[in-house]
Each structure stands twice: as C-alpha cells, then as structure tokens.
C-alpha cells in the first residue's frame, strides 16, 4: 500500500502508473482496480529499462518506488 503512504504525505498525489515485474502480480493490480480497491492507473509489466517514460514527461514531480515489493 506504497500509494496509500504517499497519499497521506501528500495529499493531493495521485498514481499516474505501477510497474510490476512479475505477471501474477499485475493481475491482481488489475483485479483490485477493477473492484475499486486502487484508484485505476497504467500498471507496466516487466522491466523498467523497456518503459518509454516519455509520456510523463512535464506531469510527474515524484518517482515512488518500493524494495522488496509488499506482499
């Protein structure tokens, strides 16, 4: 619940995507943005070098990351 965290820090935040190295792991992101348990964002599966960050450029202040991932 890393986005939880920030969200109480800094209210206002949002997620603008996830990454999730492992498939398993996306889909059950996916499963809880379906039942509205996370807000709905991009989740990237696979490595983070593959990504094309881009699309962020000008709109993300932060860059959040979690190590080792939360169960």
């Known amino acids: 619940m890393l986005d939880l ?3 109480l820090a800094c209210p ?6 996830m990454v999730e190295w492992e498939a ?3 889909s059950v992101l996916l499963a809880r ?3 509205a348990s996370l807000q709905p964002c991009p989740v ?3 490595d983070l ?7 962020f450029a000008g709109i993300a202040n932060c860059v959040v990351a979690g ?4 169960p």
Do not use: H
């Open 33 to 35: 943005m379906e039942e």
């Open 5 to 7: 965290g920030v969200e």
């Open 44 to 46: 990237f599966c696979g």
């Open 67 to 70: 190590f080792p991932c939360q």
């Open 12 to 17: 206002g935040s949002r997620v603008l995507c």
């Open 24 to 26: 398993f792991a996306a």
């Open 49 to 55: 070098a593959d990504i094309d960050w881009s699309a």
